[in-house]
């Protein structure tokens, strides 16, 4: 996947560094330098399939090594590492109690901003507990409610994610959603590497939604708008459906003036990745009033 990163690496790095010196002394085991690590040392993820992610959590600064300069990506992760990272990517600040954790605890401060932020709802807590691929899997689908709506019924945590393709499936020769296999550091990369591009790019898509709402315009009996350029790693529409059922589009940069009349009641507004095939954004537009429903893709 070749995309263009960019927009939230430096506030990202930040909150990597301070939630690095918070587990400091932890099972996490990080110190204030490990958010702005060089990444040459490689010595043993070098050949790892999850290379790419340790790389991007790495220099985003949402996972860490260990003091020893090394990763471990076969290792275990634990409860307090998983949620450390969701708190970094989330960019969470704001603290909520966890009265479970003591004053003075090492991983308080970061539990503290995971609980305002949602992620552990229904979560026992637990900072050395070695996570299972369901007790990850709901830590994701706690952290992403704000981004993908909710779990649909009828999944574990952890079939939704695989089905949603975030979460490798087990092994072959075993069930696909086998819930109770262990989640190591570099499962986790990859998992998390897949929700930093996530928010960043429905960020994006969120900003041009913005520009686009300023452009439109409903007069005379026509809606008037255009689409935003953005950028050639998303292609960005506009639709209507024609009362003959048949189809106008727009896409990136262009202007439109279309007749209400000849339109049926919805302008949909969607933005799609070039590079994944993932959306970045989808909204209905409720016409003549221009009443705005977001449709971002949820879990399935």
Sequence with gaps: ???????????????????????????????PAAAAQPLQTMSDFAAHPA??????????????????????????IVQSQFVASLVAIRGVKETAP???????????????????AGILADVKIDPNKLLTKEEAAQLVFNAWKP?????????????????????????????KFREDLPVSRGDAAKILAYLWKDKWQLELGAKWAEEFERSLKVT??????????????FTIRVSFV???????GFLNGDSFKVELKKVTNYMVYSVHNNNDSSDAGL???????????VKNQEFS
């Design 98 to 116: 966890v009265p479970e954790l003591p004053v003075g605890h090492w991983a308080k401060g970061t539990y503290e901003r995971a609980q305002k």
């Design 242 to 248: 024609t009362v003959d059922n048949g189809r106008l």
């Design 220 to 233: 005379n009996g026509q809606i008037i708008g255009k689409v935003p350029k953005g950028d050639s790693n």
């Design 51 to 76: 290379k790419e992610s340790i790389l991007l959590g790495l220099q985003k600064g949402y996972i860490w090594k260990y003091p020893d300069g090394r990763f471990y990506p076969d290792k275990q």
């Design 283 to 293: 909204i209905y537009f409720v016409l003549p009033l221009l009443e705005k429903q």
């Design 1 to 31: 996947m070749k995309i263009l990163w960019k927009g939230l690496g430096t506030s990202l790095m930040m909150v990597g560094i301070t939630i690095g010196q918070t587990l400091w002394g932890g099972t996490w085991g990080v110190y």
């Design 147 to 175: 981004y993908r709506g909710v779990k649909m019924k009828g999944y574990t945590h952890t079939g939704a994610l695989i089905t949603w393709g975030w979460m490798d499936p087990a092994p072959a020769g075993q069930p």
